[in-house]
């Protein structure tokens, strides 16, 4: 099975960059932009362009515009800013590069003010992150996650609460950017996939041995999980609903064969079904369905 990545515009230029955050800043009627301001109103997304240019100041010096952060931050506005962009994100700590994209200033007079990135976060008693110590596996069952709930490849703007439990920033830190962090998944999935190929012809012939031990466990690991549903397109096989395209839709990875009635947690005993549909069948054995 080969697993491929949406494919995302890259050779957006300089020029057209430039242009657009020139176009933002006529509309905002601004001499300058802060990033949360050019994210509600730009074509792309304010990381990217900061990427590109070294930094956001840097983009706006390019584009002509005055750079606006201040060098000289009061100590309680900095603090009420940080603690206000962890409320809206609903999160109780933040990366820098999370606060980059929402926030009022730059990191670097934060920096200055408070010794270090976490000690501006303790001062405002948020949490200090410990990112560093989340498993690959972990970061790879998150991603599992958004896709199954979006029906879909998860977007570089999705990547946060309440869709998802680890920022944008810490995929970026690990693996380099959002686009390699899906590349590694992928990349991950496919190595397992050898083993794991999904037989849709076969029935499963599993029967209910309750004096025998189980060859699987009951619940499907993360690459099992996007196996089934990246094999069904991410919809329900049995009434074709998906959240891609329908608001509100929950998918399940379900058991065919119950896992009650003996049925293994095996790619050829898993389909993908909305919540309403898995729940409307309970235990049921549904083995004699195509899927």
Known sequence: MKFELDQYRHRVTNTEYLEDIKRVATLLKRRTLSQ??????????????????????????EAGLDVGFRQNVPREDALADLRKVA??????????????????????????????????????????????????EDLFDNITRMWQTLGRQPRYREVEPP??????GTYEHRFGSWRKALEAFVQSVSVGSATERPQ????????????RRRATRRNPNWRM?????????????????SPAT??????????????????????????????????GRSNLDASPLTV
């Not at 730009?42 to 706006?60: D, V």
Request: net charge positive; charged share 25%; aromatic share 8%.
């Open 246 to 279: 329908a608001h509100g839709v929950k998918l399940h990875v379900d058991h065919i064969t119950p896992w009650s009635k003996g049925g293994e947690t095996i790619l050829s005993n898993l389909r993908t079904c909305c919540e309403q549909c898995n729940i």
């Open 200 to 211: 849709p012809q076969e029935s499963p012939v599993v029967k209910a041995r309750p004096q």
């Open 36 to 61: 949360p301001e050019y994210r509600d109103h730009g074509r792309y997304h304010p990381k990217s362009i900061s990427r590109r240019f070294g930094s956001w100041p840097t983009a706006l010096k």
């Open 163 to 168: 869709l998802s439990e680890v920022s944008v």
């Open 87 to 136: 409320s809206e994100m609903g999160v109780k700590t933040l990366s820098c590069s999370d606060y980059l994209i929402r926030g009022r200033y730059s990191e670097k007079p934060l920096i200055r003010a408070f010794g270090s990135w976490n000690s501006a976060l303790a001062a405002a008693g948020l949490v200090v992150g410990k990112r560093a110590k989340i498993k690959d």
């Open 225 to 241: 999980r996007y196996l089934v549903l990246s094999r069904d397109g991410f919809r329900c096989v049995l009434c074709g609903a």
